[in-house]
T-cell receptor
């Protein structure tokens, strides 16, 4: 079955630690995205990549980093510089760019204490 | 940046009722998406539209570009329709919105009671 996988579903970390969230897709999509969702707010774009080895900052990139070494994978690192890292993180992919219909992963709920 | 407003924020209805969820935006767009988020957090794309109307099963989405408004309708609602419905708009320089951007509404939380 084609789709997007994110792991783990729940993640707990101590403040000051970097943590990497996994996102893999087997849909052969060129574009991949990372979003953050907080209670009472709309999804906000962190980073996106339209092609391997290239990515652009979204609206809230500070404190985050990404890589796109393979078409199938787009990991997100939440660094210790991110002031409020506790949130629900969603990965998505599409055939082309932001215009296109996006397919979402199940999400990772990160809690930092 | 586009301002996206959804109404109502919360809606509780009885099974079988006709449901309407509204989305308004402030800047011209190239496309509008309707998404469904289940209680577990997973998100599914329902519609992508740039004009007119689309229908899929009991779901109907309409858009009025001139009025910068879209509606999502659910006919013969069922408890399994209970979810958060999210509107997202894409604008770019061709739509008069400047740089490429995708803006999400805060969602409408729908509960259908049996």
């Amino acid at each position: 079955d084609g789709g997007i996988t994110q792991s783990p579903k729940y993640l707990f970390r101590k403040e000051g630690q970097n943590v990497t969230l996994s996102c893999e897709q087997n849909l052969n999509h060129d574009a991949m995205y990372w979003y953050r969702q907080d209670p009472g707010q709309g999804l906000r774009l962190i980073y996106y990549s339209q092609i391997v080895n290239d990515f652009q900052k979204g609206d809230i990139a500070e404190g985050y980093s990404v890589s796109r070494e393979k078409k199938e994978s787009f990991p997100l690192t939440v660094t210790s510089a991110q002031k409020n890292p506790t949130a629900f993180y969603l990965c998505a992919s599409s055939t082309a760019g932001l215009y296109d219909e996006q397919y979402f992963g199940p999400g990772t709920r990160l809690t930092v204490t | 940046k586009n301002e996206v407003e959804q109404s109502p924020q919360n809606l509780t209805a009885q099974e079988g009722e006709f449901i309407t969820i509204n989305c308004s935006y402030s800047v011209g767009i190239s496309a509008l998406h309707w998404l469904q988020q289940h209680p577990g957090g997973g998100i599914v794309s329902l519609f992508m539209l740039s004009s007119g109307k689309k229908k899929h099963g009991r779901l109907i989405a309409t858009i009025n570009i001139q009025e910068k408004h879209s509606s999502l309708h659910i006919t013969a609602s069922h408890p399994r329709d209970s979810a958060v419905y999210i509107c997202a708009v894409f604008q770019n320089m061709y739509s008069g919105g400047g740089a490429d951007g995708l803006t999400f509404g805060k969602g409408t939380h729908l509960i259908i009671q049996p």
